[in-house]
């Protein structure tokens, strides 16, 4: 950079003023704050420096580019071309206004007023493209009706507008825009946790060492009574190598919604994942102690069920578990399928156990629906596997009686149904009258 920022304090205002062009310098709406750098700028009479800003400015797409473009002819105009460029690019131009009778022509013999024009045309396409990179966002420009935070929810139009403008900047492949837009989407879009997993789920594979920061922002500050970002920031840390943190963000997540059932299972099966069965186990048991309620404790129970079968391989403390969650929650028809799951795939079977299972289902308080469809399974249990004729035709006539003849109908093969169907029809059809020759030989 060939301009000098002069004292200290000068050179520390314009860090400052850097600082900000690259945190905000590619928002649409930044022009005021290129403004403001350049009115500074010529406050020094830094010819030099606000050349450099316009030479940046212009390749910007802001909303006031054609402003812009107009201020930077109106200064190259004002001022001494060699205060303005640098010495490589007066004496370029000077070579070029040379060798260019037409140039001087045109500019009516001043040699100077050639050069600043060459100046300024070298920096038309710049502003021309800005000009096509303005047009193709004006569209979601103009639907952003409110860009700062407040607490009042966005309409559905504007997070929708967001969430396509993010899209549309991405397929552009721009990664300094597209970061700013995503800092800028959520400043109007802060409570909303799809852009805040959105923004992390695209500096994963691009920027990871900001992926966390993302996370933290999101859950410490603005979404801290939101559990979903929560448990895919734990999800995240756990899949990065770091379920130590990813243990942390669960733990601090289920003191403030210590009856969160998604926060209970994910911390229970982030244990299993690192082989702590044990406490895995003591997890499940914690959180059937301290459910809020009677379905809450089966949902639990179940889940520590099928645990303890198929990940401990100890199927008679799952039937346990099962049994005393029936004493809690007997209507609960879950819990009895569970159990007759878990009997029904012993091998080989116990007939035994299975009609014990079936037995305490039917007499228990079910609704009439949920025995009815035990009473089928019954059925169909005893014809595949009973020894019995005699238990299979009293359960047959009981589900009957009960029931009625049309209520078991079993299960039909599509094939069945259809032929079925087709024997119906044909016997709707007429049948037809026989030719002359049959009828006389009849």
């Known amino acids: 950079m060939e301009f000098v920022y002069g004292e200290t304090c000068v050179c520390s205002i314009c860090s400052l003023y850097e600082e900000a062009i690259r945190t905000a310098g590619l928002e649409f709406r930044s022009d005021r704050l290129w403004e403001n750098y350049l009115e500074w700028a010529m406050s020094q009479n830094n010819f030099a420096l606000m050349r450099h800003i316009y030479d940046r400015l212009l390749a910007v797409p802001t909303q006031y580019y054609s402003k ?34 037409a140039a001087v022509t045109a500019a009516g013999g001043d040699v100077d007023a050639a050069l600043k024009e060459k100046g300024v045309q070298r920096r038309q396409v710049i502003h021309q493209h800005a000009e096509d990179e303005v047009r193709k966002r004006w569209s979601y420009e103009e639907n952003v009706k409110r860009p ?39 400043i109007a879009c802060a409570l909303y946790e799809d852009y805040w997993i959105k923004y992390a789920n695209y500096l994963e594979s691009r920027r990871p060492e900001k992926v966390k920061d993302v996370y933290r922002r999101a859950c410490t500050i603005h979404l801290r009574h939101k559990p979903n970002i929560h448990l895919t920031w734990a999800l995240y840390e756990e899949a990065t190598g770091s ?12 003191k403030s919604f210590p009856g969160l059932i998604a926060g209970r299972l994910q911390l229970i099966n982030l244990e299993r994942r690192r082989g702590n069965k044990d406490k895995a186990a003591s997890l499940y048991e914690k959180a059937i102690e301290s459910a809020d ?27 346990e578990v099962l049994k005393v969650a029936l004493s809690k929650d007997s209507k609960n028809k879950r819990v009895y399928f569970q159990l007759l799951d878990f ?31 035990l009473s089928q399974r019954h059925i169909i249990f005893l014809q595949q596997h009973g020894s019995d004729p005699v238990t299979l035709r009293k359960a047959t006539l009981d589900h009957k009686e009960q029931y009625g003849s049309s209520a078991f109908t ?33």
């Open 68 to 101: 812009h473009f107009g201020q930077f002819r109106e200064f190259v105009r004002l001022y001494p071309t060699n205060q303005i460029f640098s010495a490589e690019e007066y004496e370029s131009l000077q070579g070029e206004v040379a060798g260019d009778a």
């Open 148 to 186: 700062y935070f407040h607490v009042k929810p966005l309409e559905a139009f504007q997070l929708s507008n967001w969430r396509d403008y993010l899209d549309f900047e991405i397929l552009q492949g721009n990664e300094e825009r597209i970061l700013v837009l995503f800092e800028r989407c959520l």
């Open 243 to 254: 379920p130590d943190e990813a243990f942390r963000v669960l733990s601090n997540l289920l």
């Open 293 to 319: 309620s009677a379905e809450d404790c089966t949902f639990f129970s179940i889940q520590y069920a099928t645990f303890l079968a198929r990940v401990t391989g100890n199927r008679t403390k799952a039937k």
């Open 343 to 373: 009997e029904m795939n012993e091998r080989p079977v116990n007939e035994l156990a299975v009609e014990n299972v079936f037995s305490l289902a039917l007499e228990s308080d079910l609704l009439p629906s949920a025995k009815q469809e």
């Open 410 to 442: 079993g299960r039909k093969r599509k094939g069945a149904t259809t032929a079925a169907a087709a024997n119906q029809q044909a016997a709707k059809v007429p049948r037809a009258a026989p030719e002359n020759g049959a009828a006389a030989a009849a």
